[in-house]
Nanobody, 122 residues
Framework: QVQLLESGGGLVQAGGSLRLSCAASGRTLSSYVVGWFRQAPGKEREFVATISWSGHSTACADSVKGRFTISRDNAKNMVYLQMNSLKPEDTAVYYC???????????????WGQGTQVTVSS
């Protein structure tokens, strides 16, 4: 059973960068598709990025394209979300999720972390 734990969130000024990490325990993540989602106050959960089990295929939302990069290191059982050029509208709780199938729908993912808060100030 895989358990996910996000870290790396915090308060950053607009234009700054953060690197989120998703650590897995209990089982390797290498056979899972992993996605990042976010949820801002009063808004629905939003797709951010996803990466295949091999790391060879990635996709990201239009709102973060060119600014965010998803990657994984299966040897370390870690998945990352590098966030550059952050904007106030990026403020949200960011969640790491894992599942057997790739997709932009949160229902495609079975395992979820508890989230890490990212706050971008103006």
């Amino acid at each position: 059973q895989v358990q996910l734990l996000e870290s790396g969130g915090g308060l950053v000024q607009a234009g700054g960068s953060l690197r989120l990490s998703c650590a897995a325990s209990g089982r390797t993540l290498s056979s899972y598709v992993v996605g990042w989602f976010r949820q801002a106050p009063g808004k629905e959960r939003e797709f951010v990025a996803t990466i295949s089990w091999s790391g060879h295929s990635t996709a990201c939302a239009d709102s973060v394209k060119g600014r965010f990069t998803i990657s994984r290191d299966n040897a370390k059982n870690m998945v990352y979300l590098q966030m550059n050029s952050l904007k106030p509208e990026d403020t949200a709780v960011y969640y790491c999720a894992a599942g057997a199938y790739s997709g932009r729908d949160y229902k495609s993912y079975d395992l979820w972390g508890q989230g890490t808060q990212v706050t971008v100030s103006s």
